[in-house]
């Protein structure tokens, strides 16, 4: 079963398909910040429709909202959400919290971002340096692998 992690942003959202604990497909969809909000939405949209076409992932994992600081911020993170799970509409969407997401793969819910990097690394088998964003949407897949499918 192919499962599609999704790491949320409005400049770079990252994403990976994973297939029985096997990276299938990786990458982040950039935005330009001088474009407008809606054409930027626009970019998010269709790179992660292209992403369920080409891949044909059955289940979408994607990180919930967390309360933030910034509210302008949260804003735009939710229309980048709104875009993205109407991408993913043809998937069975499951949302869960980061705190989850860090709990499921490293054991700890406020683990931190390299502890979360070295168990993706592990766990997976893939080579150092990779995007934190591609690291967070590998993490979303894996947990929705191990708490959904199995």
């Not at 993205?84 to 860090?102: C, Q, R």
């Not at 406020?110 to 088998?125: D, F, G, P």
């Not at 990779?130 to 590998?138: M, N, Q, V």
């Amino acid at each position: 079963m192919r499962i599609l992690g999704i790491d949320c942003g409005l400049s770079e959202t990252g994403y990976a398909v994973l297939s029985d604990g096997n990276i299938i497909s990786t990458g982040i969809i950039r935005t330009d910040k001088r474009e407008s909000l809606a054409e930027r939405i626009n970019v998010i949209y269709m790179g992660i429709k292209d992403v369920v076409r080409r891949e044909r992932p059955e289940i979408s994992v994607i990180e919930s909202l967390y309360s933030g600081k910034n509210l302008k911020t949260l804003i735009s993170l939710s229309h980048a959400r709104g875009s993205i799970l109407l991408a993913t509409h043809n998937t069975h969407i499951y949302e869960i919290s980061p705190a989850e997401v860090k709990k499921t793969v490293t054991g700890n819910g406020r683990a931190s971002k390299q502890q979360v990097r070295y168990m993706i690394e592990k766990l997976l088998n893939t080579q150092s340096g990779l995007s934190e964003h591609i690291i967070d949407a590998c993490a979303c897949a894996l947990c929705g692998e191990w708490k959904i499918v199995k």
